[in-house]
């Protein structure tokens, strides 16, 4: 059985091990306006504020404070559902598109370059293991009450 100093080294070693120069930037804000992009980019269509909300498992207030920002800095195009006009539709704007399309070469070359340092197979192993700890954490988080665990250490 693992001890807790054991695990708090671990985990001190796991939040040690991101690659720093690659995240110093991302903020809460940014990383949300990065995730509600890729999510709009995924869906290919317009989608609704709740649903977005849904997806990051965030508060509809926070996802509209990520939209207005995104709404100012003209990354989003908000629209009338076709089919319920009290509800509004968000998509990516024709700018954003044009931006992220124009970055994928730079990102998809950078990722390569990191692929091939480490060995295309070691990668793959990385996958693998990292989506094991993913099954891992999502078994323990069924067993306990995530929500009343994060009330009390946040």
């Known amino acids: ?17 991101r690659p720093k120069k690659l995240f110093h930037r991302f903020d809460d804000t940014n990383a949300g306006i990065g995730c509600v992009v890729r999510y709009l980019g995924s869906m290919g269509r317009p989608v609704s504020a709740g649903e977005i909300s849904q997806f990051m498992n965030v508060s509809t207030a926070r996802v509209a404070v990520l939209l207005r920002k995104m709404n100012e800095k003209g990354l989003i195009v908000r629209s009338a ?16 598109i044009r931006e992220v399309e124009k970055h994928k070469g730079y990102f998809l070359s950078f990722f390569s370059a990191v692929i091939e340092r480490m060995g295309k197979e070691r990668f793959e192993q990385f996958i693998e293991l990292s989506e094991e700890l993913r ?20």
Do not use: G
């Not at 059985?1 to 091990?17: D, F, G, P, W, Y």
């Not at 559902?81 to 954003?96: F, N, V, Y």
């Open 1 to 17: 059985m693992i001890s807790k100093e054991e695990t708090a080294v671990l985990l001190k070693r796991m939040a040690q091990s």
């Open 135 to 154: 099954d891992a954490f999502e078994a323990e988080a069924e067993k306990v009450n995530i929500d009343e665990l994060n009330k009390k250490i946040l």
């Open 81 to 96: 559902d076709p089919d319920d006009a009290r509800k509004t539709m968000i998509s990516l704007s024709e700018e954003c």
